[in-house]
């Protein structure tokens, strides 16, 4: 009997590694979200840039928008940011900015250093509105039809890969559509 015990580590062991291997190769970028389909949370939000504006869910009515939630304290913000900045003045994409969890000052010397692809900024310090959208971290990418409805999310960097095969063809549906 005690040979047998000597042997959970090892059965223990064998498992983890099963638990494990099977997550390699699956894309973390596509997590479901469960606002798929549905409208944008409301919310009540401050501008990063100003904190007498305040945005409302109105912002997601003027066409397809990327909301970009990011944040100076995440490194991997740092590397999609030149995309963005060249998505917006090269390509034209609105995009809105989620400022989550963040510091207000750090953030506006960020957008001064880096440059500011966003047309808006919404300054979510606690993280609420974050929390209601199912955010998991930054960055996060989200496409937004002209009638506030959430149609897709995107998981990690925004590179030009990412642009062309994932998010542009859904922006170009929605504009149509809309």
């Not at 998991?136 to 990418?141: D, H, I, L, N």
Request: glycine share 10%; hydrophobic share 40%.
């Amino acid at each position: 009997m005690k040979r047998l015990l000597l042997f959970i580590p090892l059965l223990l062991a064998v498992a983890l590694g099963v638990v494990l291997f099977s997550g390699i190769g699956k894309d973390n970028s596509t997590l479901a979200s469960a606002l798929i389909g549905k409208p944008v949370p409301a919310f009540d939000l401050a501008s990063l840039q100003d904190p007498d504006t305040h945005y409302q869910g109105d912002v997601f009515r003027e066409g397809v928008v990327l909301l970009n939630v990011w944040g100076t304290w995440c490194p991997s913000c740092r590397v999609e940011h030149p995309e963005l900045v060249r998505l917006a003045r090269e390509e034209g994409v609105t995009i809105l900015g989620l400022n989550y969890k963040d510091n207000r000052d750090a953030a506006i010397d960020w957008l001064q250093k880096l440059g500011n692809p966003y047309e808006r900024i919404l300054f979510d310090p606690q993280g609420k509105f974050g929390f209601d959208l199912g955010v998991y971290g930054a960055p996060e990418t989200y496409v937004i039809d002209g009638d506030g409805i959430v149609r897709y999310r995107h998981v990690g960097v925004v590179d030009d890969k990412v642009w062309r095969e994932e998010l542009k063809p859904l922006v170009d549906q929605y504009r149509k559509e809309g």
